[in-house]
C-alpha cells in the first residue's frame, strides 16, 4: 500500500515510522522546510533506539529506508491509496489541508485524520470525496501503543471504516469503533479522568507522582493520568478540553487554570521537557512546576 502522511511532528513522524517498517512506500509531508529536513533523521534514529532495545532488527530498518520519501509538495505524495493527517489539532487547518488533498489526490485516495477530538464530519465537508473521510486516531508513542481509534463520520461509508480497518492491521495495531462525537471515546474518558486529576493538584489532595501511582496500583492503569498528558502534550489536552467545553454542556471539560498556566509557561510535557513532571529522555521526575499546589510530603 502507499501511504502520505501530512505532519512531520511528533504523531506524524511515529506514523510514518510505523507504515515504513510495517511494509508500506511512506511519503512525508510538511509544509515547514525546517520539518522536512528534520523528518528523516528523527525516525531513523527513534528505529536505531528500538534496534538497542531489540525491538527490531537491522534488516527491517534498511527495508523501511528504503520505503521512506520525503517529498517537498504536497501534490508530489498525492498519488496514494491512504493519506493521513497529523497537522495540529485545528479544525480551519484540517478542513484546508483536506480541501488541497481533494484537489490534488486520485479517486480511490482514502483521507483519513489523527485528530483527537474534531469532528471527522466537518472536515470532510471541506471535500468532494465525503464517503472517503475517516478517523484514523493513533497514540503517542505510535510504537509502543497498541490502540488506534477509527472514527466514522455521518458520511464515511462502510467501504471506507473497513479498508481503514484492514489498514490498521497491516500496521499490528488494535482498532476500536467509534462513531463521530465530540472526544470520540478515548479523548473524551481520558480527559475527564486528566482533568479531574489536574483539579486535585490544584487543590493540594496529593502530589502528582501520588496520584497517578494511585490509579496504577489501585486501578490496574498502565500509566496515571497525569504521566499519561505529559506525553499526549499538556498544549493537546488544552486543545481538546476548550473544544470539548464548547461542544459539551456543564463545566465538567472546562481546562483547570493548572493546565493553562503551564502551557502559558511553555510547558507542555515531555516533548518541553517539563510539565507535570520534568523529564530526561523517558525518564519521569518530580517536577517543580506545580509545587505551591501539592501537599507537602
Not at 511532528?9 to 509544509?31: P, Y
Not at 523528518?39 to 533506539?49: D, G, H, K, L, N
Not at 508530489?76 to 493519506?83: I, Q, T
Not at 492503569?221 to 459539551?248: C, F, N, Q, Y
Request: with cysteine; net charge neutral.
Amino acid at each position: 500500500m502507499r501511504v502520505l502522511v501530512v505532519g512531520a511532528g511528533v504523531m506524524g513522524r511515529g506514523i510514518a515510522g510505523l507504515c515504513a517498517l510495517s511494509g508500506h512506500e511512506t511519503l512525508v509531508f510538511d509544509a515547514d522546510p525546517d520539518a522536512q529536513r528534520h523528518v528523516r533523521p528523527s525516525i531513523e534514529a527513534s528505529w536505531a533506539r528500538a534496534l538497542e532495545r531489540g525491538k527490531i532488527g537491522a534488516e527491517a530498518i534498511e527495508a523501511g529506508r528504503r520505503r521512506l520519501r520525503i517529498v517537498e509538495r504536497l501534490r508530489d505524495g498525492a498519488d496514494v491509496d491512504f493519506v493521513l493527517e497529523a497537522v495540529p489539532e485545528a479544525l480551519d487547518l484540517k478542513r484546508l489541508v483536506f480541501g488541497e488533498l481533494d484537489d490534488h489526490c486520485p479517486d480511490r485516495t482514502i483521507l483519513a485524520s489523527n485528530t483527537s477530538s474534531l469532528s471527522i464530519t466537518r472536515i470532510g465537508r471541506a471535500t468532494g470525496r465525503r464517503d472517503r473521510v475517516v478517523g484514523i486516531h493513533f497514540f503517542n508513542p505510535v510504537a509502543a501503543m497498541p490502540l488506534v481509534e477509527v472514527v466514522r463520520g455521518s458520511e464515511t461509508s462502510s467501504e471506507t471504516v473497513e479498508r481503514a480497518l484492514e489498514l490498521v492491521a497491516s500496521l499490528g495495531k488494535e482498532a476500536v469503533r467509534v462513531n463521530d462525537s465530540p472526544g470520540f471515546a478515548t479523548s473524551r474518558l481520558g480527559l475527564a479522568l486528566g482533568l479531574e486529576a489536574m483539579r486535585m493538584v490544584e487543590e493540594g489532595v496529593a502530589r502528582p507522582e501520588d496520584i497517578d501511582k494511585a490509579m496504577e496500583l489501585g486501578y490496574g492503569h498502565r500509566m496515571g493520568p497525569l504521566k499519561t498528558s505529559d506525553l499526549v502534550g499538556l498544549d493537546v489536552r488544552l486543545a481538546i478540553a476548550e473544544t470539548l467545553a464548547a461542544e459539551l454542556s456543564g463545566e465538567r471539560f472546562a481546562p483547570p487554570a493548572i493546565l493553562k498556566k503551564l502551557v502559558a509557561e511553555g510547558k507542555i510535557g515531555k516533548k518541553s521537557g517539563e510539565g507535570f513532571y520534568r523529564w530526561d529522555g523517558d525518564e519521569a521526575r518530580p517536577s517543580a512546576s506545580s509545587a505551591s499546589n501539592r501537599t507537602r510530603a
